[in-house]
């Protein structure tokens, strides 16, 4: 079967930098992405992910190991507005999202 | 104004009852989605769309259905509602192949069944 894992919930505080993981068992591989969705609201689009490596796009980093099916977000200098569940999905073979059940981040000051 | 708008926002119905789910875009994509989304599970894939003459099932379909009126609109059926169906209901956009993943939700559709 086709399986996402993620943590349920992660702690951290302002300003610090916390990395949420994402394991994956897909049939086929055509990209992971990573949502954002504040509680209450439309999950909104992060990044994608098809080669090995890290992109970059401001304070958020996400990466990806195909051959270790992981990926990882990364968040620097965090901010409140940063408290929200994280979703990582991978397009398998058929171009269908797979989805993980998130991982809600809680932000302390 | 969002370019995904859904109708209604929140909805309370009784078991056995017939209910509709609007979804309604302006960006123009030709691909439509309806997910569902309960609490610690990932979202669920109910139907798609990737143009008015072509629908499919997704993961859960059973016990719903849809109609792709308009490139623009893809309505949502539960023709008997039950219990199980209550939880909060996402239709989404995109463009082709690679942009599949990149969808573009509506501020979703809460549906309690009582």
């Known amino acids: 079967g086709q399986n996402i894992d993620q943590p349920t919930e992660m702690t951290a505080t302002e300003g610090a930098i916390v990395q949420i993981n994402c394991t994956y068992q897909?049939?086929?591989?055509?990209?992971l992405f990573w949502y954002q969705q504040h509680a209450g609201e439309a999950p909104t689009f992060l990044s994608y992910?098809?080669l090995d490596g890290l992109e970059e796009k401001g304070r958020f980093s996400s990466f990806l190991s195909r051959s270790k099916g992981y990926s990882y977000l990364l968040l620097k200098e965090l901010q409140m507005k940063d408290s929200a569940s994280y979703l990582c999905a991978v397009s398998d073979s058929n171009y269908q999202l797979i989805w993980g059940a998130g991982t809600k981040l809680i932000i302390k000051p | 104004d969002a370019d995904v708008t859904q109708t209604p926002r929140n909805r309370i119905t009784k078991t056995g009852k017939r209910i509709m789910l609007e979804c309604s875009q302006t960006?123009?994509?030709?691909?439509m989605y309806w997910y569902r989304q309960d609490p610690g599970l990932g979202l669920q894939l109910i139907y798609y769309s990737f143009d008015v003459k072509d629908i499919n099932k997704g993961e859960i379909s059973d016990g719903y259905s849809v109609s792709r009126q308009a490139q623009a609109k893809f309505s949502l059926s539960l023709e008997s509602a039950i219990p199980n169906q209550t939880a909060l209901y996402f239709c989404a956009t995109s463009e082709g192949d690679r942009e599949a993943g990149e969808l573009f939700f509506g501020e979703g559709s809460r549906l309690t069944v009582l």
């Open positions: 897909t049939s086929g591989f055509n990209g």
């Open positions: 960006k123009g994509h030709d691909r």
């Open positions: 992910n098809v």
